[in-house]
């Protein structure tokens, strides 16, 4: 009895052998890939933390250095967190304060170049969407209309459809076309939802050019046709 336990051990251990013999080194493989892409992505979960935490220090700096209207130093905060943290949200948050401050101070070049950067460069929709809705405004007292016209027909997210409305209304109101303005104008008003305070600005280019606004009725709030 013994030696058939026996024998059937060597059997088996024979057919393991055979086993790993012709497996051994394609399970290795695998095991290290395995452990590779375990090992890297935590390096990477770590660099993320580190950039993320490097980057909303000099972010702090930056909001600090913008409440002294200092722009020259305020360009070498935001140039070093554009080289070393450019793809953080710190950044594209870090471009749209610089771009106000610039704008306060007369810097309108130096706006209009670190907006387009953040429209160019975010992986954020809504920071691209903030940043040419912006640049629009800076290209509209510019009297750079065509440029203006071109910023608004790019992609954006639906939550941003009446203000690219009401800024397209802006440029046509700008060069005296008062009737693609007011369509532009009831287009924003009708997509706004009842009631927001934004809509009341609305009202008020509407009724500039003479336009009533539509009239909801309590059927109907909140959806305007």
Do not use: C
Request: net charge negative; no cysteine.
């Amino acid at each position: 009895m013994a030696n058939q336990l026996d024998l059937e051990e060597q059997e088996q251990l024979d057919q393991l052998k055979h086993f790993w013999a012709q497996y051994g080194n394609l399970i290795s493989w695998f095991l290290i890939a395995v452990l590779s892409v375990f090992a890297g992505w935590n390096a990477y979960q770590y660099w993320q933390r580190s950039q993320s935490t490097q980057a909303a220090a000099l972010f702090d700096e930056l909001e600090r250095v913008a409440k002294t209207n200092d722009t020259l130093k305020l360009s070498r905060v935001l140039g070093d967190m554009k080289e070393k943290f450019a793809s953080t949200s710190y950044a594209q948050q870090a471009g749209l304060l610089s771009a106000k401050v610039y704008v306060e101070a007369g810097k309108q070049d130096e706006a209009k170049s670190v907006l387009s950067w953040v429209a160019d460069t975010s992986s954020d929709e809504g920071y691209q969407a903030i940043a040419r809705l912006r640049l629009v405004g800076i290209l509209i007292e510019s009297k750079a209309y065509d440029e203006a016209l071109k910023q608004l027909s790019g992609s954006f997210p639906a939550d941003f459809a009446a203000l690219v409305a009401d800024r397209r209304g802006d440029v046509y109101f700008a060069q005296g076309k008062k009737s693609e303005a007011g369509a532009e104008f009831l287009k924003a008003y009708k997509t706004l939802d009842e009631g927001a305070e934004y809509s009341r600005l609305v009202e008020v280019k509407l009724a500039s050019l003479g336009i009533s606004v539509p009239v909801v009725s309590s059927n109907s709030m909140g959806d305007k046709k």
